[in-house]
Antibody, heavy 121, light 107 residues
């Protein structure tokens, strides 16, 4: 069974940093693009970033571009999100998400349990 | 960015009711539209992909339709475990965007 398990969330000060990790199992990790999706309290999900299966290509939401960096280690089946220059509006649950797609469809089919990030002084 | 607008924002329904949720995209997205269910404190779960395809393991009372800019999620006979918030999401372009959600509550 495919599974994603996040770790690394916690409390950070404004301007501070955190690093999230996501351990993948139950599927061939390197075959799939991955994303991070966050959800602020009481809000809908917001796509944050994506990375190709090889790790050679990344994309970011404008709200995090230049502050967050997504990477992966396919030898360890692990995804990362480095969060720098954190702001109060980055407070959210951060989900690691597997992307599945073909020529005619594209969806987030597996979600982790989420890592809580709180930015507060 | 492609904006996704759901209606209604919330609804009250009884077990056994037929429930319909709509989602409108700000531009044509073909059939690159997915639906997710989220229960309180849990991660979203994929229900429908490519507008009308049922994800493996999802009960057949869930169905989706539409293309272009207008889409519908239908629950044919609401069950107790279906009380949750439902989100549409477009996968036609970056950034991927979600609707604001429809909360289905018990009447």
């Amino acid at each position: 069974e495919a599974q994603l398990v996040e770790s690394g969330g916690g409390l950070a000060r404004p301007g501070g940093s955190l690093r999230l990790s996501c351990a993948a199992s139950g599927f061939t990790f390197s075959d799939f693009a991955m994303s991070w999706v966050r959800q602020a309290p009481g809000k809908g999900p917001e796509w944050v970033s994506a990375i190709s299966g090889s790790g050679g290509s990344t994309s970011y939401a404008d709200s995090v571009k230049g502050r967050f960096t997504m990477s992966r280690d396919n030898s360890k089946n692990t995804l990362f999100l480095q969060l720098n220059s954190l702001r109060a509006d980055d407070t959210a649950v951060y989900y690691c998400v597997k992307r599945s797609h073909s020529g005619t469809w594209d969806a987030f089919d597996i979600w982790g349990q989420g890592a809580v990030v709180t930015v507060s002084s | 960015d492609i904006q996704m607008t759901q209606s209604p924002s919330s609804l009250s329904a009884s077990v056994g009711d037929r429930v319909t949720i709509t989602c409108r995209a700000s531009q044509s997205i073909g059939n690159y539209l997915n639906w997710y269910q989220q229960k309180s404190g849990r991660a979203p779960k994929l229900l429908i992909y490519a507008a009308s395809n049922l994800q493996s393991g999802v009960p057949s009372r869930f169905s989706g339709s539409g293309s272009g800019t207008d889409f519908t999620l239908t629950i044919s006979s609401l069950q107790g475990e279906d009380f949750a918030t439902y989100y549409c999401q477009q996968s036609d372009g970056l950034p991927r965007t979600f609707g604001q959600g429809t909360k289905v509550e018990i009447k």
